[in-house]
């Protein structure tokens, strides 16, 4: 293998490289997103918290905080890409596309974010199928664009739990008199 054929794999190797961290940034600030359309739904309890309360098909408790467990594998991986371990990097890819996956399954119905992706639309690069075992490439630093998955990170903002109402005790006459019976004093 002469320099010229190095040069080219190494080239590839970048290129394949470049194309994932474009991909994680892409699927980061997606997910921001969708935090923020949750977040935004928070603090807007007159249009969730009967239904939530009454447990109906479709809501839940808006939970920003549901997208850490993705953003953390996609920052994961963006640092094995760059530290040039080319294999690891596509396997948490992989793994924090799955997690995003199930993240969106999970999102209630009632949180709409039209902008963005829907869980079939999330789209494996080409660069990741083009990955052997054991591929590396050069190191390389941080995108800038990473720091996405520290704002989802930060966000802690979850609602507050919502109590089921009790059902309401209907006495009848009959009980009202059981009640008002004096207990007997023992004291002599």
Not at 62 to 72: G, L, T, V
Not at 103 to 127: C, M, R, W, Y
Not at 157 to 180: M, N
Request: hydrophobic share 35%.
């Amino acid at each position: 293998m002469g320099n010229s054929e190095m040069l080219r794999r190494l080239q590839a190797a970048n290129q394949r490289r470049d194309d994932l961290l474009a991909f994680i940034v892409e699927r980061l600030r997606n997910i921001r997103d969708h935090q923020l359309a949750e977040l935004a739904r928070v603090d807007d309890r007159s249009r969730w918290f009967r239904a939530v309360s009454y447990r109906r098909e479709g809501y839940a408790l808006p939970e920003p905080s549901r997208w850490h467990d993705c953003a953390r594998l996609y920052k994961q991986a963006a640092r094995a890409l760059c530290a040039g371990d080319l294999s690891r990097g596509a396997a948490l890819l992989r793994e924090a596309a799955a997690v995003e996956r199930a993240t969106l399954e999970s999102v209630p119905g009632f949180i709409e974010n039209k902008q963005t992706s829907k869980p079939a639309e999330i789209p494996d690069p080409e660069a990741l199928q083009q990955i052997g075992s054991g591929e590396g490439c050069p190191v390389c630093s941080l995108p800038p664009d990473l720091a996405t998955a520290d704002e989802i990170l930060a966000c802690q903002d979850d609602a507050e739990p919502v109590r089921t109402p009790k059902a309401k005790s209907h006495k009848g006459w009959w009980d009202a008199a059981e009640d008002q019976q004096p207990a007997d004093d023992e004291s002599g």
